[in-house]
């Protein structure tokens, strides 16, 4: 008699604490579980946006593979990501104050910027690897002074890359965009859905 072996459950691990990147993820439709990450985000001054955002996103999801209890049954699929803006070829994090969300506000007030954002994905059984990124360009409308410390004053930049968010109050900020809304939002879940094929997820 031929004994067959079932294939184990696959579970996706969000290295992450965003509650944006916990929607996204969530649209895939497979068990999620989320354990943020710890690791450190500081980057050379030289690296651009591309590797940025690509070396801090596997650096959570190997942050998080070492913290992480196995279990025989399942297949567990840790993915990290990260999201810059990027203006000129200079990349902007969060925001440290509401100065700081100021001064990134009056730069991109008016311009076109890129947002960058990296998705690794690390298989925690045997640390299988992918790594990729998507860019999407934005234009912002022009903003006055007082329009600019109004949104500042919500407190809804300090926690975003560029000090503003496309999927709240920020959207009145944005004119156009051109390439994935997701990728701005902060998780690009099409081109997760395609990196998980290497593991033999198929979504849908």
Known sequence: MTLSVQPAKVEL??????????EL????????????????????DD????????ELSLRKALSVREELTL????SSII???????????????????????????RK?????HEVYTGVSCVRASDGLTVTSHRVTKVRMRELSEDQIGRY???????????????????????ESIEGDYFNVVGLPVSLLAVM?????????
């Open 79 to 105: 993915v990290g990501s990260d999201t810059i803006v990027v203006l000129n070829g200079q990349a902007m994090g969060k925001p440290s104050d509401g100065q700081d969300a100021e001064r990134m506000l």
């Open 108 to 112: 991109l007030a008016g311009t076109t």
């Open 152 to 174: 500042v004053a919500t407190g809804e930049p300090m926690d975003k890359a560029g000090a503003y968010g496309i999927q709240e109050i920020g959207s009145v900020l944005v």
């Open 13 to 22: 691990v969000l290295a992450s604490s965003s509650p944006r990147r916990q």
């Open 47 to 54: 690296w651009p946006p591309a590797k940025i955002v690509e």
């Open 25 to 44: 993820i969530a649209l895939l439709g497979l068990p999620v579980r989320i354990r943020p990450s710890g690791a450190p985000e500081d980057t050379p």
């Open 196 to 204: 998980l094929e290497r593991f033999e997820v198929r979504i849908p």
């Open 71 to 74: 279990d025989p049954g399942v």
